[in-house]
């Protein structure tokens, strides 16, 4: 009887790894290739028919399109004859029509509107602040409005980066082996108040503010309810929302005070450019196995790649490879203009052998 009962049990777990295995080769089988785009005002309908006609040869899914809403008016009919997908690619907390009053605050108490962090163009908002929430859906409104969109795609959905990427670091002539002051952004006055409110503490009267665990969550979840309320405006127009998000969530929580595990998007565009890290292709499928353990099943991981790091077709194809077998849902590149013919011929191989592979397996 229980000869009998292993071998059952035997037959059990090689069917079930049947299965499964099927399933997940097949979901390698047929990613979806997303690309961002840099929208140009001045492009012509037949010149965006042409860009577009030439990704949907190569293969892709769609684009996030990085454009005003008179652009993206233009350019989505030309996708659509292609038949791509269209995601608006907005920038959300870092905004360059922010009223200063709303820009984040450091430690040492210096606004973005006085002091800048790393760049010029870091407007990072307050996400604690209610005008900055009715500010973002004025902005989705006007996106909403603009027939055959998809999605919104959200970028910038954080805080300014309290630690840079390694491989960035010496560009900027740092050394970030721990959170600096000038770097650790979340005081707006607002923001303190609502923690002095819920808490009684005045978060710089702490020993080290910059990694306090209760005042980090607090400044955590004042960006996750203000992602969630987005992301639930979103769905009510119809659309699909994605963000764009560093590398992992534990990464992400430690490098930008960002929590996107929380967020229950319909897509994540995780940016896993190994070179910022002074990794190789191998880590972009480990990155992409902690992700795929971590976001259910429903929500979809495209793992972002770096074009301009893998100019030689054999390196993207191994960055492909490596994503796919950590289980994403697919690959985005960053950006449209990187990818040169070579690349493009690299992409469309891999999906037609993709596509062969599948229909053999129907058949």
């Not at 690619?89 to 905004?95: F, I, P």
């Not at 896993?272 to 991981?301: A, C, G």
Request: a negative charge; proline letters at 6%; hydrophobic letters at 40%.
């Amino acid at each position: 009887m229980n000869f009998m009962n292993c071998k059952i049990g035997f037959f059990f777990f090689v069917l079930l790894f049947l299965i499964t295995g099927c399933h997940d080769e097949y979901k390698k089988s047929s990613p979806e290739f997303w690309v961002w785009m840099h929208a140009d005002v001045n492009k012509e309908p037949t010149e965006w028919a042409s860009d577009f006609r030439k990704l949907k040869e190569a293969g892709f899914t769609g684009v996030l399109l990085g454009a005003n809403p008179r652009v993206l008016e233009a350019a989505i009919p030309e996708a659509k004859k292609s038949g791509l997908e269209v995601y608006a690619w907005m920038w959300a907390m870092n905004r360059s029509d922010a009223d200063p009053a709303w820009l984040s605050v450091n430690q040492k108490g210096k606004s973005l509107a006085e002091e800048k962090a790393y760049v010029g163009y870091y407007k990072f908002m307050c996400p604690a602040l209610p005008e900055v929430k009715d500010f973002l859906k004025t902005k989705i409104d006007e996106l909403a409005k603009i027939k055959g969109l998809d999605g919104i795609h959200l970028d910038y959905i954080r805080y300014v980066d309290a630690i840079l990427p390694i491989g960035l670091q010496p560009k900027y002539g740092l050394k970030q082996d721990s959170i600096f002051p000038e770097f650790d952004y979340g005081y707006h006055p607002r923001m303190i108040d609502l923690y002095k409110q819920k808490t009684g503490i005045d978060p710089l009267g702490l020993p080290n503010p910059a990694t306090d665990p209760d005042w980090l969550q607090f400044r955590l979840d004042e960006l996750n309810k203000t992602v969630l309320g987005l992301r639930d405006y979103i769905h009510q127009k119809g659309l699909s929302a994605s963000a764009a998000v560093f590398p992992t969530p534990a990464m992400s929580r430690e490098m930008v005070r960002q929590e996107w595990n929380k967020w229950d998007l319909d897509c994540y565009f995780p940016m896993v450019y190994h070179n910022f890290y002074n990794e190789d292709t191998e880590w972009i499928r480990k990155v992409m196995i902690e992700n795929k353990s971590i976001i259910p099943p429903e929500q979809k991981v495209i793992c972002g790649i770096y074009a301009p790091a893998l100019q030689n077709p054999g390196n993207l194809d191994q960055a492909i490879l490596e994503a796919l077998e950590g289980g994403a849902d697919g690959i985005s590149f960053f950006d449209y203009g990187s990818l040169n013919d070579s690349m493009m011929m690299t992409i469309s191989n891999y999906k037609q052998k993709s596509i062969g592979t599948a229909n053999n397996r129907e058949n």
